[in-house]
């Protein structure tokens, strides 16, 4: 098992930025993928960033390429993701997610975690 917890969501006017972490707890955090996913009320849980296991390689969604940067600390069982240049439509329910680690495209898609975080809310006003 692994246990994950978000944390750093929080409101925001456009324009701005937040930095989020996920704290890992149980098995070997350098076993797994990471990933960043968001969910918006009454939309689908959609993926936004993945990192490999050591941080070689990372994957985003389009709609976040350039203002959001995922990131991970093994030493500190961590997996951040910076958001720059926030726009109201980032408006979601933040959760970050630990899975078997595959092709770094692969990663996008939710069918390969098996771990979730409890998620964190990001507000964005405009």
């Known amino acids: 098992q692994v246990q994950l917890v978000e944390s750093g969501g929080g409101l925001v006017q456009a324009g701005g930025s937040l930095s989020l972490s996920c704290a890992a707890s149980?098995?070997?955090?350098?076993?797994?993928?990471m990933g960043w996913f968001r969910q918006a009320p009454g939309k689908e849980r959609d993926f936004i960033a993945a990192?490999?296991?050591?941080?070689?390689?990372?994957y985003y969604a389009d709609s976040v390429q350039g203002r959001f940067t995922i990131s991970r600390d093994n030493a500190k069982n961590t997996v951040n993701l910076q958001m720059n240049t926030l726009k109201p439509e980032d408006t979601a329910v933040y959760y970050c997610?630990?899975?078997?680690?595959?092709?770094?495209?692969?990663?996008?898609?939710?069918?390969?975690?098996?771990?979730w975080g409890q998620g964190t809310q990001v507000t964005v006003s405009s």
């Open positions: 997610a630990a899975g078997v680690p595959k092709a770094i495209a692969t990663m996008s898609s939710r069918d390969n975690y098996s771990y």
């Open positions: 990192i490999s296991r050591f941080g070689l390689s990372k």
């Open positions: 149980g098995r070997t955090f350098s076993n797994y993928a």
